[in-house]
């Protein structure tokens, strides 16, 4: 199977690791992936408690490399899909 996103294989590295984390964020949350969208909170409109930040920051960490976001300063799925996907390219745009 091939995937193109994007102009370059970049991004579609890019958009491979944002469905990804979509996909973890509706495990998570027992939502459709329909149902997402980058402008909600965590906190506000997924109703994340401390039972689900754990275990989406345990995905995040298995599914990413060993990656550890804070969620406090990440709670829109906007802000936490920047910091995923750029903290694994910092080194790449240096």
Do not use: P, R, W
Request: one cysteine or more; glycine letters at 4%.
């Amino acid at each position: 199977m091939c995937i193109k996103a994007g102009n370059d294989e970049l991004d579609s590295l890019k958009a491979l690791m944002t469905m990804s984390l979509n996909a973890l964020i509706a495990e998570v949350f027992d939502k459709d992936l329909d149902d997402l969208a980058l402008n909600l909170s965590l906190t506000k409109d997924l109703g994340m408690d401390f039972e689900k930040e754990q275990e989406l920051l345990l995905l995040i960490n298995e599914y990413f490399d060993g990656l550890n976001v804070d969620l406090s300063e990440n709670d829109s799925l906007a802000a936490l899909f920047q910091t995923v996907v750029n903290s694994e390219f910092e080194e790449v745009s240096h």
